[in-house]
């Protein structure tokens, strides 16, 4: 089971940090990927950390940071510079896809109940 949390709103230009907790066992060995959610629109990749290599969006690419905590058996995903598009519920999911997925949704079969996060202008 995983837990998201660290959401809010904040300007922009302010920074976040979210935070993807497992429960009931480890997911070291998964891949743990951040997808997000606008209102009205279909959940889209955010980033993922796959075997030790981090793989972002574009759009997210040099602002945002994904990394994973062993000891604290959680993903996080620090967030600057965010922008008034960025507004989304975030999720994040676990699973095992092969790299060419790595941005689908549908190969992550573990989720955590979305985050919700604002950046007002």
């Known amino acids: 089971q995983l837990q998201a949390s660290g959401g809010g709103l904040v300007q922009a230009g302010g920074s976040l940090r979210l935070s993807c907790a497992a429960s009931?066992?480890?997911?070291?060995?998964?891949?743990v990927a951040w997808f997000r959610q606008a209102a009205g629109k279909e959940r889209e990749f955010v980033a993922t950390?796959?075997?030790?290599?981090?793989y972002y969006d574009d759009s997210v690419k040099g602002r945002f940071t994904i990394s994973r905590d062993g000891a604290k058996n959680t993903v996080s995903l620090q967030m600057n510079s965010l922008k008034p598009e960025d507004t989304a519920v975030y999720y994040c999911?676990?699973?095992?896809?092969?790299?060419?997925?790595?941005?689908?949704?549908?190969?992550?079969?573990?989720w955590g109940q979305g985050t919700q996060v604002t950046v007002s202008s």
């Open positions: 950390i796959r075997m030790g290599r981090t």
């Open positions: 009931g066992g480890t997911f070291s060995s998964y891949t």
């Open positions: 999911g676990a699973g095992r896809p092969i790299l060419s997925t790595i941005s689908s949704a549908l190969a992550y079969g573990y």
